[in-house]
């Protein structure tokens, strides 16, 4: 996929989605009004449109679905931005997309849990509740009467779900669900979520399979989905030096893994610098073009005592990363205040320009002089940060290299 289009019914669900992708390091066009005539998406962008349906007629929502589907070109990704409450032509606009794309099915995920939206069993809830039994019922435009997501599209597609406990089993048990229903004929796959991991797992088994897939949703599948399979990111990757052994790090790790494409070279323990560097080098030529992050860690067997040493061969890996891969690196992170000084140290950096702190603790910059001046950098302690700490540095060195 080199370019990509989401259809939004409104402007302000077209901003949430604009932001949503830019915080994935997607480059963004956001059209607030498209006319009749629209700029498609180039080559590497995203385009977000505010078609402005919502409160128009069925009929005019098909037509307008249909005036800027023409404009779409063969080979760019089409999303759909649904309302998170349900409201709006899930069905109307879904269809036109669908018959734009006879190959493609849609994948429909309207839970939000960041905002109290979740799907489970295939009703959808807000905070808990049933949008039959909420303040949404009694929208004076667009009451919401029905829950269940699979009734909105059922009458006019073979419609499947991926239920909670699948979801649960991780990426893999959910593309084989979800390749299943395909082969059967269904073209609106519904799919439970809950968490923030949730979406991620569903994103991950989505852009697994090969069969074109039209993401249906508020926002963050859309999201992931595009992370995953938007093949020009263009900003890089992200080395990350990870001199930490904390608990706290690891789970940062874990988090990280999860939402990104990475590479990871692990420092054996005992391991000398020229038995290390040799692995390196192999390492180096096998890491994939479109990775996002670039892990280089110790072993959590490295004993006590060694911190130094460790360090210092960290940095030096560190350094042959940065010349053998010159610009594909777009940013340096390094956690562990050990770690940042030798590394620091190593380099001849004595200069920072300090930008940003991230979160709490965690500092972003640039460095200002010695070997690598110019090149973004993040520095935190192996204790600092919260669990998404190591995920959102590498996204703000993504946005900091453009």
């Known amino acids: 996929m080199k370019a990509f289009a989401a259809l939004c019914d409104d402007l302000t669900g ?7 992708m830019k915080d994935r390091g997607l480059s963004v066009r956001q059209i607030i009004h ?21 409160r128009r007629s069925p009929a005019d929502a098909a037509s307008i679905f249909l005036r800027l589907l023409k404009q779409i070109p063969a080979g760019t990704g089409i999303g759909k931005r649904i309302d998170t409450t349900l409201r709006g032509h899930l069905c109307v606009e879904t269809s036109e997309i669908l018959s734009a794309r ?12 960041s905002s109290g939206r979740i799907t489970v069993g295939g009703y959808h809830l807000l905070s808990g509740s049933l949008l039959e039994r909420t303040e949404v019922s009694r929208d004076p435009a667009w009451p919401v009467s029905s829950s269940f997501v699979p009734g909105y599209f059922s009458e006019h597609f073979k419609c499947s779900l991926i239920p909670m406990e699948k979801v649960k089993e991780g990426p893999e048990a959910i593309a084989s669900v979800l ?10 796959v519904v799919a439970d979520a809950m968490t923030g991991e949730d979406i991620e797992a569903l994103a991950e088994a989505a852009a697994s399979i090969p069969r074109e897939i039209i993401p249906v949703d508020p926002g963050p599948f859309t999201a992931a989905f595009l992370g995953r399979k938007f093949s020009s990111r263009g900003s890089g990757i992200v080395l990350a030096i990870i001199g930490s052994t904390s608990q706290k790090t690891g789970k940062q790790l874990e988090w990280a893994e999860k939402r990104l494409r990475y590479s990871r070279f692990d420092l054996s323990a005992g391991e000398s610098y020229e038995s290390a560097l040799a692995r390196f080098r192999d390492f180096l ?6 990775a996002e992050l670039f892990l280089l860690r110790p072993s959590p067997e490295i004993s006590r005592g060694s911190e130094n040493s460790t360090a210092r061969t960290l940095a030096a890996l560190g350094r042959e990363a940065l010349v053998s891969m ?9 956690s562990g205040g050990d770690t940042a000084a030798v590394f620091f140290e190593e380099t001849g950096t004595s200069s920072l320009a300090p930008i940003q702190e991230i ?14 001046a110019g090149l973004g950098t993040v520095t935190k302690g192996g204790l600092i940060g919260e669990e998404d700490g190591i995920y959102s ?5 993504g946005k900091e290299r453009e």
């Open 14 to 20: 077209s901003s949430v989605q604009s932001i949503l």
């Open 34 to 54: 498209p006319g009749e005539h629209f700029h498609p998406p180039e080559e590497g962008e995203v385009v977000v449109l505010n078609c402005d349906t919502r």
């Open 102 to 113: 006879p190959g493609a099915a849609a994948m429909v995920v309207p839970a939000y849990p």
């Open 179 to 188: 390749e299943e229903s395909l082969g059967c004929g269904s073209r609106i």
């Open 285 to 290: 030529q096998g890491i994939p073009r479109n």
């Open 326 to 334: 010159g610009d594909r690196i777009c940013g340096i992170l390094l």
């Open 359 to 372: 979160q709490p603790l965690i500092m972003g910059g640039r460095i200002l002089d010695g070997d690598f």
């Open 393 to 397: 540095a590498v996204r703000w060195l």
